[in-house]
């Protein structure tokens, strides 16, 4: 579990009945509680990453990008899998001529992108089995919280296809990535805990309110903060030592000029929690 409790005093509590301006999703839930966006994939049985939930994850993860209101996500799935992988079964009415595969691959990278890119840090609450594409949406997430029953796992082997090794890279040591890919071993939530690759593994019927308590500490803190924040992390990734540094010390210099940034300081001098208004 979470050892910390969220501070939420601060918060500018929101409507709970926030919702994307468009309604017409048909294998996603959006909801928007004070300042946390839970989005939860819903595609009955096994939330495979079918043509339409990839769609409509990505234009949900790049409303809340621009939602000022939505410091942070939550993302998990319905029912008793994550995201079991692509759809095998509707492969076929999405691939039927010339120009139909590399669209169809550039749209699954760009929901995975959609994730890591996406302004708001998010929390993937794993609730079962991230499969394939369902395991390159967890290691494109920020931090990492597993229920007992999740597992991460390459099947493709099975297949005869590839898919999410390099996201798994992000995750896993070389040696248990490639028997993963190799043989499809799944990696238990015990395990991704010891390896210290979750931050938490909880029963099931905590492993959301876990996920919203780590959401809730976040969504506490400055969203300029946390914005940029996580915007230096992916740009620093591939950096060098020297360049990642220097431009992390670019960016700190760039959020010690904002407001927030003052009234932060101001509140630890005067020993108050801090009213934060993302600028």
Request: with cysteine; glycine share 8%; hydrophobic share 45%.
């Amino acid at each position: 579990m979470i050892a910390h409790r969220a501070r939420l005093d601060s918060l500018r509590i929101l409507p709970t009945t926030t919702t994307f301006p468009m309604n017409e999703f048909t294998q996603l839930q959006l909801r928007v509680d004070g300042h946390i966006a839970l989005v939860t994939l819903d595609s009955p049985p096994v939330n495979a990453l079918t043509r339409v939930l990839n769609d409509e994850l990505t234009a949900a993860l790049d409303w809340i990008s621009e939602t000022p209101e939505v410091r942070v996500v939550v993302l998990t799935g319905a029912g008793k899998v994550f995201c079991a992988g692509a759809d095998l079964k509707g492969r076929a009415d999405v691939i039927k001529g010339p120009g139909d595969l590399p669209a169809h691959l550039r749209r699954t990278r760009e929901c995975f992108h959609a994730i890591r890119e996406c302004a708001k840090p998010v929390v993937a609450a794993i609730n079962g089995a991230a499969l394939g594409s369902g395991l390159a949406m967890v290691a494109s997430a920020d931090v990492l919280i597993a229920s007992e029953r999740a597992t991460l796992g390459l099947p493709e082997v099975d297949v005869g296809l590839l898919g999410g090794c390099r996201h798994a890279m992000r995750l896993f040591p070389h040696s248990l990535l490639r028997r993963m890919m190799l043989t499809g071993y799944r990696v238990p939530a015990a395990e991704l805990y010891r390896l210290g690759i979750v931050e938490a593994c909880t029963a099931p019927e905590d492993l959301l309110p876990a996920a919203m308590e780590m959401a809730g500490v976040i969504a506490a803190k400055s969203p300029v903060s946390t914005r940029m924040g996580k915007h230096t992390l992916n740009t620093i990734e591939d950096m060098s030592l020297r360049d990642g540094y220097r431009y992390e010390q670019d960016m700190t210099a760039i959020i010690a000029a904002t407001e927030d940034a003052a009234e932060a300081q101001a509140a630890f001098r005067e020993k108050r929690a801090p009213v934060f208004k993302g600028r």
